[in-house]
């Protein structure tokens, strides 16, 4: 079955410094790979996606992901925080299960960034 | 910009009750799920439905029914809530590819 783990509970990092959030996934087959945000009682807004083609994806507001499938690992970066980056970060896998297709996603992880 | 719209953003209910949580997409998609975030659990699929008067359960569908009768519209049904179902419940739709959309979430409380 298809699974996505997100070590950290939550990631903090002082604006202006890079971030990482770190996402593992376990998949048969090839793997479709998804980052999503949602910030407070707001619904997930899409940031990338690794589907095939370059290792390192960019997506919406900066950030960019790395598909490393030796590691089995799709971290999500940006060279430069910013205060309103601090959301809730998913990361997902979408899965193909008896004919239909559904995203699986990680426990979550969330970033603070501090002025 | 496409869209997907949740009824209410704030529901309280009542153990017992019936409670209907409403998703409309103006997107043409065959696809619509129900996800319920929980702090700690992520998002889990409770069902989805892959075109009109089609229905398939996800990972926790005990507890909940749909129903899918337009295209357009795909209603969530808690037959009788309780307070376990106390949770934040979001829609998305998906057409053909890969791009999913979600609705900004229904925060249900049952008391």
């Known amino acids: 079955a298809q699974s996505v783990a997100q070590p950290e509970d939550q990631v903090n990092v002082a604006e202006g410094n890079p971030l990482t959030v770190k996402c593992t996934y376990s998949?048969?087959?090839?793997?479709?790979l998804f980052w999503y945000v949602q910030y407070p009682n707001r619904g997930l807004q899409f940031l990338l996606k690794?589907?095939?083609?370059?290792?390192l994806v960019k997506g919406s507001y900066g950030f960019e992901a790395e598909f490393n499938k030796s590691q089995t690992s799709f971290h999500l970066k940006k060279p430069s925080a910013l205060v309103s980056d601090s959301a809730l970060y998913f990361c997902?896998?979408?899965?193909?299960?008896?004919?239909?297709?559904?995203?699986?996603f990680g426990t979550g992880t969330r970033l603070l960034v501090s002025p | 910009d496409v869209k997907v719209t949740q009824s209410s953003r704030y529901l309280v209910k009542r153990t017992g009750e019936k409670v209907f949580l409403e998703c409309v997409q103006d997107?043409?998609?065959?696809?619509m799920f129900w996800y319920r975030q929980d702090p700690g659990l992520g998002l889990r699929l409770i069902y989805f439905?892959?075109?009109?008067?089609?229905?398939e359960k996800g990972d926790i569908p005990e507890g909940y029914s749909v129903s899918r009768e337009k295209k357009e519209r795909f209603s969530l049904i808690l037959e009788s809530a309780s307070t376990n179902q106390t949770s934040m419940y979001l829609c998305?739709?998906?057409?053909?590819?890969?791009?999913?959309?979600f609705g900004s979430g229904t925060r249900l409380t049952v008391v």
């Open positions: 998305a739709s998906r057409g053909r590819g890969w791009g999913y959309t």
């Open positions: 997902a896998v979408a899965a193909v299960n008896t004919g239909f297709q559904k995203l699986v």
């Open positions: 439905s892959y075109d009109v008067k089609m229905k």
């Open positions: 997107m043409d998609h065959e696809n």
């Open positions: 690794y589907i095939t083609g370059d290792n």
């Open positions: 998949v048969s087959g090839n793997p479709y």
